[in-house]
C-alpha cells in the first residue's frame, strides 16, 4: 500500500505534525468505525517503516505517545505542496510540534497539551470537519507566516525551495506554485460547514498576549464559533486578559460569518470545555463558592458568555446540528412534550430542560423539574435539583438513522 498525504495512513501522519505528540486513545478516536486491524496494521507499517516512533514505551511513570521521525517529517514535505501549506507552521524552526521528541519534566505540561489537541484532531477527523490549512478559508492571516517558514524546513535536505524544485522538475508544466496553489483556494468556498482552527494558526507571532492563551483551537459550526480548551480531570488556571484577548479576535475574525449575531460584542463567542468526566463540575462549584483559587476557571470569572463542558465523544452533538435536532425531537414525541404560552418546554405540566448540551450558565440558574440527558450527564444534574431522564438508547437510535 503505497503511502500518500491523502489516504488514511497519510493524513494520521499530518495530524501527528499538526498536534506534535499522539497517543492511544486519540489513535482510537481516529479509527472509530475501522476494524481494530486496520489500526494495528497502519502503526506496525508507520513504526517499521521509521515515519513515526514511540516515546516512554519502558518508563511506566512517564507520558506514552508517538511522533513524526525526521523520516516522518519529510515525507509529509515532501510529497506535495498542499501538505507543505498544511503543516510548514508545525514543521519548521523551534516550533515545539517540530521539536518532538520532548523528555524534560518542564516541557511535560506540552506534552500533555499536545496529547489533548491530537485527541480533538481524532475527534475532528472522525466527524469530517476540516482542520488543515489548504481546506479552509484563512481567517488568520497565515499566508505571509507560512511562507516565511519554508526557508526552516528540513534543513538536512535543504529548504522548502529544494523541496519545490524537485517537485516541479518531477511534475513538470503541471506544476504550480505555493503562491498560486493558495490564490486558487482563496477563490474556492467554504469545503465544509464544521471547521477547526489550531491555537497555532490563530495566535500568530505578532500576538504576545495571545500566546498565553490556553485555548486548544475554534470549532466553526454553522450556528456559532466554539474556544476550545481541555480541562481533563482538573480546574483549570489560566490568565484571564489572555482569554479576553483570545474571545475578541476570534469574534472579529468572524464578525462577517455571524454577522445576524455580531452587534459590535464578542457575546456571540462561546467557550467548550472537554472533560475526562461531569465531576470536574463539583469542583468548580466548590471552589467558586470558596473562591480559594483567584484567576483560575470559576463560575464569576469565565470570559465567554456561553460556556459549555463535554466529554470528547459528545463534540458530535456540537458539530452535527441535525443530529441534536433529530434527538430533541424523538425525545419530544416520545414523552410527549408540549410548550407553554411562553415557549418553555413542558414535562407533566412542570417545566424540562434539553441538557445534552451542557451550559453551565443554566446549570446555575435552575427552573426546570426535569432534564432529558445523557446517562454521563445524570448525577451532575441530579446535584443541581432537576430530575433527570437519560435518553442515550434515543440518541443512539437516532445516530444510527442517519
Not at 23 to 28: L, N, S
Request: with cysteine; net charge positive; glycine share 6%.
Amino acid at each position: 500500500m503505497r503511502l500518500t498525504m491523502k489516504g488514511r495512513r497519510g493524513i494520521l501522519l499530518k495530524m501527528i505534525a499538526h498536534a506534535g505528540a499522539i497517543d492511544y486513545q486519540a489513535i482510537r478516536i481516529y479509527y472509530s468505525g475501522y476494524p481494530k486491524s486496520y489500526q494495528n496494521k497502519d502503526l506496525y507499517y508507520l513504526t517499521t517503516h521509521g515515519y513515526i516512533s514511540k516515546e516512554n514505551q519502558r518508563d511506566k511513570n512517564k507520558l506514552s505517545y508517538f511522533y513524526l521521525t525526521d523520516k516522518g517529517k519529510k515525507t509529509v514535505l515532501g510529497s506535495d505542496s498542499e501538505s507543505v501549506w498544511d503543516c510548514a507552521i508545525y514543521l519548521s524552526g523551534n516550533a515545539f510540534t517540530n521539536r518532538m521528541p520532548v523528555r524534560s519534566k518542564v516541557d511535560e505540561e506540552k506534552v500533555k497539551r499536545c496529547i489533548s489537541q491530537s485527541r480533538v484532531l481524532a475527534a475532528m477527523y472522525h466527524s469530517r470537519t476540516t482542520v488543515f490549512f489548504m481546506g479552509k478559508k484563512d481567517l488568520y492571516d497565515n499566508h505571509d507566516r507560512i511562507e516565511e517558514c519554508f526557508n526552516l524546513i528540513n534543513p538536512d535536505d535543504g529548504t522548502a525551495s529544494g523541496i519545490v524544485g524537485r517537485m516541479q522538475a518531477e511534475q513538470g508544466d503541471d506544476y504550480k506554485e505555493y503562491t498560486t496553489i493558495y490564490d486558487d483556494y482563496l477563490r474556492k468556498e467554504y469545503r465544509s460547514q464544521n471547521v477547526y482552527y489550531l491555537a497555532a494558526e490563530i495566535k500568530g507571532k505578532d500576538n504576545p498576549l495571545l500566546r498565553q492563551s490556553r485555548a486548544l483551537g475554534c470549532l466553526q459550526t454553522p450556528t456559532a464559533p466554539y474556544v476550545i480548551y481541555d480541562c481533563g480531570d482538573r480546574v483549570m488556571k489560566w490568565k484571564r486578559s489572555a482569554e479576553e484577548g483570545m474571545k475578541h479576535w476570534i469574534s472579529e475574525a468572524y464578525r462577517g460569518k455571524y454577522k445576524e449575531r455580531y452587534e459590535g460584542d464578542s457575546s456571540f463567542v462561546k467557550g467548550l470545555f472537554l472533560i475526562k468526566d461531569y465531576s470536574i463540575i463539583e469542583r468548580i462549584l466548590s471552589e467558586e463558592k470558596s473562591n480559594r483559587i483567584f484567576g483560575n476557571l470559576t463560575l464569576l470569572q469565565m470570559t465567554y458568555d456561553k460556556n459549555y463542558f463535554a466529554k470528547i465523544e459528545e463534540m458530535k452533538y456540537y458539530q452535527n446540528l441535525d443530529l441534536l435536532i433529530n434527538v430533541y425531537n424523538r425525545i419530544a414525541e416520545i414523552y410527549e412534550l408540549q410548550r407553554d404560552k411562553d415557549g418553555e418546554i413542558m414535562y407533566k405540566g412542570k417545566p424540562a430542560l434539553m441538557g445534552i448540551l451542557f451550559n453551565i450558565n443554566r446549570f446555575v440558574s435552575t427552573k426546570e423539574n426535569y432534564v432529558f440527558c445523557l446517562s454521563s450527564q445524570k448525577d451532575i444534574y441530579k446535584l443541581s435539583g432537576r430530575t433527570a431522564i437519560v435518553i442515550d438508547e434515543i440518541a443512539k437510535e437516532v445516530e444510527n438513522e442517519i
